[in-house]
């Protein structure tokens, strides 16, 4: 469609029309929860409720689980031929694309993230990762080793059986397709676990699977609170891999669930404090600092790889500064997140926008500089917005600089050259993502190697398309999404032996 038909108007006139899938999925058709429980989706711009959502537990999660086990042992899906798989993956990738007005307006209504960030970030980032699995299903290879004359040796990869998709709230759709991606293409049942405050698009998304010609039962959704729906998932004795993006606490609960139940593998993408580095021989600064600016503020700063410390050298620190704050003023409007000019919708839940809030506090009390922000917004008390922050005068061991704010609050840090950044950006239990920006391709190569992070940007912030491995270092977690390398982790490996006499 045309981007000029899309305007306010016609995302709220769509939005009003939405029917609401707020069931189970489960064996292919909507179920409620066996006892009538529900919980509210609440629209963070408004603070209403959207609609009240099935609460499952853990007879939810038993029957669910108990399908997809059934399903995935009939070979329906796990044995189907490669390219009919494919087929319906490249379908179930189509059809989302043709269903993204839906979608986008069902994950901006409960998260609050902008309508056209959803249709130029989310989904053409979901489609691309279920056709990219797609296309890999018939070049998974096993192999044949060398072996004596007498025998032969050969490696079967094989799918796990039934994988629980624990997904967070920040990319509904996009999490969740990357995880289905190379779950469905190695052959995997699924049960699903969207988070309590964005249920709404999971409905659709496993819909939608079924009409591309998926099989009922290989991907079901069951909705509900963490502690309950989705430590019953970790805790299952017959799920035989969790795939979770989400915060670093839950990611390490999820490993002693595994270890209390049946040593299911876990692979954690969890949280990050991602330093954006800016070398004193940098001299194209309005690139950094537009790169820099979306870097944090993006997606309302709610983004595992949210550029939130900025190390900047201190010969250029004021013109940083003096740019940054412009550019941010050019680029940010706050406002309802269906309206296509607004780029920072509210926060995903009034207590995150308090929580948001009280580190500003903590920032200042620390005795960082507030150069910008710190405020809501005024015009709509209601929603949980946050205007975009900026500190500076910061250091490292401020509380600011050290946890995961998780919105749009940026931290500035001078520094003395490439070894004093890298000290400082090592200086933390995250990993998961890194940039520099300099002339000199030596130190650029040595940050690369030097840095403890799983995705290092060069002269460019966030960039990458499916063949670049998305996981991080330390406690970001092991889980590696995207990439080819995704699908070794939900597949295992057999060793066959015959003797050949
Ligand atoms: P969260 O950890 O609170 O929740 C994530 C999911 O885990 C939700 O579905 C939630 O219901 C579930 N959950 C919560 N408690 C649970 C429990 N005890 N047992 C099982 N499941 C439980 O995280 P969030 O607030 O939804 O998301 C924000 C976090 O996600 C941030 O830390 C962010 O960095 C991280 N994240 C990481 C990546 C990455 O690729 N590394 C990407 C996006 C988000």
Redesign the pocket.
């Known amino acids: 469609m045309d981007s000029q038909t899309y305007t306010r108007d016609f995302w709220h006139t769509k939005a009003g029309k939405l029917e609401f899938r707020v069931n189970h999925f489960i064996d292919g058709a909507y179920l409620p929860s066996a006892d009538g429980r529900t919980f509210p989706s609440i629209n963070p711009a408004t603070g209403a409720t959207i609609v009240e959502v099935a609460r499952g537990g853990e007879a939810e999660v038993n029957r669910a689980v108990a399908v997809a086990r059934k399903t995935f042992k009939s070979g329906v899906w796990s044995r189907m031929d490669p390219r009919a798989r494919m087929a319906v993956l490249e379908k179930f990738s189509a059809l989302i694309e043709a269903n993204a007005e839906e979608f986008a307006i069902l994950d901006s209504l409960d998260m609050g993230k902008p309508v056209m960030d959803m249709m130029n970030i989310d989904i053409p980032g979901s489609v691309t990762s279920l056709k990219f699995f797609a296309e890999t299903i018939d070049k998974i290879e096993g192999a044949v080793t060398s072996t004596a004359a007498n025998a032969l040796h050969y490696i079967l990869r094989q799918p796990l059986g039934v994988v629980g998709i624990?997904?967070?709230?920040?990319?509904p759709l996009m999490?969740a397709a990357?995880k289905l991606g190379p779950a469905l293409a190695t052959g995997n049942s699924v049960v699903l676990?969207?988070?309590?405050?964005?249920p709404l698009s999971a409905g659709l998304l496993a819909e939608l699977f079924i009409e591309a010609g998926g099989p009922s039962g290989v991907l079901n959704v069951v909705h509900?609170?963490?502690?309950e729906?989705?430590?019953?998932?970790?805790l299952h004795n017959d799920v035989d891999k969790?795939a979770?993006?989400?915060?670093?606490?839950?990611?390490k609960?999820?490993m002693i669930?595994a270890g209390q139940s049946n040593m299911k593998r876990v692979t954690?993408?969890?949280?990050?404090k991602t330093p954006q580095i800016v070398l004193g021989d940098w001299d194209d600064l309005d690139t950094a600092v537009t790169y820099a600016v979306n870097g944090i503020y993006g997606n309302q700063g709610?983004?595992?790889?949210?550029g939130s410390r900025i190390l900047v050298d201190k010969k250029i620190h004021d013109d940083f500064v003096e740019r940054f704050t412009a550019r941010t003023a050019e680029n940010f409007v706050l406002g309802d997140p269906l309206d296509p000019s607004t780029t920072i919708g509210p926060l995903?839940t009034a207590s995150?926008q308090k929580r948001v809030l009280s580190f500003i506090d903590i920032g200042r009390k620390e005795g960082a500089s507030l150069k910008f922000g710190g405020g809501t917004l005024p015009s709509a008390p209601a929603g949980a917005y946050v205007e975009p922050t900026l500190f500076t005068g910061v250091n490292n061991s401020m509380q600011i600089a050290r946890e995961?704010i998780?919105g749009p609050v940026a931290t500035i840090i001078p520094v003395d050259g490439m070894d004093d950044a890298i000290e400082i950006a090592n200086d933390t239990i995250?990993g998961?993502a890194a940039s520099i920006w300099t002339r000199d391709i030596s130190k650029a190569h040595l940050f690369a190697r030097d840095i403890e992070a799983g995705v290092v940007w060069v002269n460019c912030f966030d960039h990458g398309d499916m063949t670049s491995i998305?996981?991080?270092y330390k406690q970001?977690?092991n889980?590696r999404?995207k990439c080819l390398e995704a699908l070794t982790q939900y597949t295992q490996t057999k060793s066959v032996w015959v003797n050949l006499g």
């Open positions: 624990i997904v967070p709230w920040n990319y999490m990357w676990k969207p988070a309590e405050q964005s509900g609170l963490g502690e729906v989705g430590k019953a998932l970790a969790i979770f993006t989400g915060s670093t606490e839950v990611g609960l999820l669930y954690t993408e969890c949280g990050g709610e983004v595992c790889n949210a995903v995150h995961e998780f995250y998961l998305w996981g991080g970001t977690g889980g999404d």
